[in-house]
């Protein structure tokens, strides 16, 4: 059974950058999957970040392309997101989760982890 | 981009009723990478359907998935009382490659 954590701060200053890492257990990052971001602002739903192959291949939302930053280390069988330049309007709850190479869906997810923006 | 948008916003029923839910694509969008997800208060989304009508691991016979090119159905045959939660659709392949409909809140009425 896969399973999925986020961490990183809760809190993160605007014009800062937001930085979470998201730990792999049970299964290999090195597999054949895409490893994903996924963010809900409060009372809101869902919008996709963006994901990585663990050879280091990504695919961004065009949306947060120009402040983010995915990367992976299959050493520690995690994945990491920056997004720079936050304002208020980054806050949600970010969420890590996996998508199999050849399918569209989501399979495996984190339980979440919030993120406010606040001085 | 292809938009999804998700109808009605809130469906009110009670438990033991029939729960239909429509998502609607603003362009064509292939059966194989339509899926649906629950998510209940203070929980990640769970997997329900993919691929338009496949039930993911785990998930009951009373939910099931059907639809084709810009429409697609969730339906739930009887509701039980943990199904009343707020549910996504999703689409892989157009471009940005992954966006999600706004959402329907299923409540008990």
């Known amino acids: 059974q896969v399973q999925l954590q986020e961490s990183g701060p809760g809190l993160v200053k605007p014009s800062g950058t937001l930085s979470l890492t998201c730990t792999v257990s049970?299964?290999?990052?090195?597999?054949?999957?895409?490893w994903g971001w996924i963010r809900q602002p409060p009372g809101k739903g869902l919008e996709w970040i963006g994901y990585i192959y663990y050879s280091g291949s990504t695919n961004y939302n065009p949306s947060l392309k120009s402040r983010l930053t995915m990367s992976v280390d299959t050493s520690k069988n995690q994945f990491s997101l920056k997004l720079s330049s936050v304002t208020a309007l980054d806050t949600a709850v970010y969420y890590c989760?996996?998508?199999?190479?050849?399918?569209?869906?989501?399979?495996?997810w984190g339980q979440g982890t919030l993120v406010t923006v606040s001085s | 981009e292809i938009v999804l948008t998700q109808s009605p916003g809130t469906l009110s029923l009670s438990p033991g009723e029939r729960a239909t839910l429509s998502c609607r694509a603003s362009q064509s969008v292939s059966s194989s990478f339509l899926a649906w997800y629950q998510q209940k208060p203070g929980q990640a989304p769970r997997l329900l359907i993919y691929?338009?009508?496949n039930r993911a691991t785990g998930i009951p016979d009373r939910f099931g998935g059907s639809g084709s090119g810009t429409d697609f159905t969730l339906t739930i045959s009887r509701l039980e009382p943990e199904d009343f939660a707020v549910y996504y659709c999703q689409q892989y392949g157009g471009s940005p490659p992954i966006t999600f409909g706004q959402g329907t809140r299923l409540e008990i009425k």
């Open positions: 989760a996996r998508k199999i190479a050849a399918a569209g869906e989501f399979d495996y």
């Open positions: 691929g338009a009508s």
């Open positions: 049970g299964g290999s990052i090195s597999s054949s999957s895409w």
